[in-house]
């Protein structure tokens, strides 16, 4: 990974460059800090789209 990537790290609960963390314990990469630094939100997000996905397709 290049020097401007950074990653979430979900075992610390902050936002880390590649030399850090195990990648089993971090989301990412993301392009800035501030990208990464929603992470969470962002997976929260696309769950619930998927979530509803999964509702209409259920429905006959």
């Known amino acids: 990974m290049t020097e401007e990537s950074w990653y979430y790290?979900?075992?610390h609960h902050a936002v880390?460059?590649?030399e850090a963390c195990?990648?089993?314990d971090?989301?990412?990469p993301y392009a800035s800090v501030a990208?990464?630094?929603q992470a969470?939100?962002?997976v929260a997000q696309r769950n619930e789209q998927w979530d509803e996905e999964d509702r209409r397709e259920d429905v006959p």
């Open 22 to 24: 195990k990648a089993i």
């Open 40 to 42: 969470l939100e962002r």
């Open 16 to 18: 880390e460059p590649y």
């Open 9 to 11: 790290c979900l075992k």
């Open 26 to 28: 971090r989301l990412g």
């Open 35 to 37: 990208e990464a630094e």
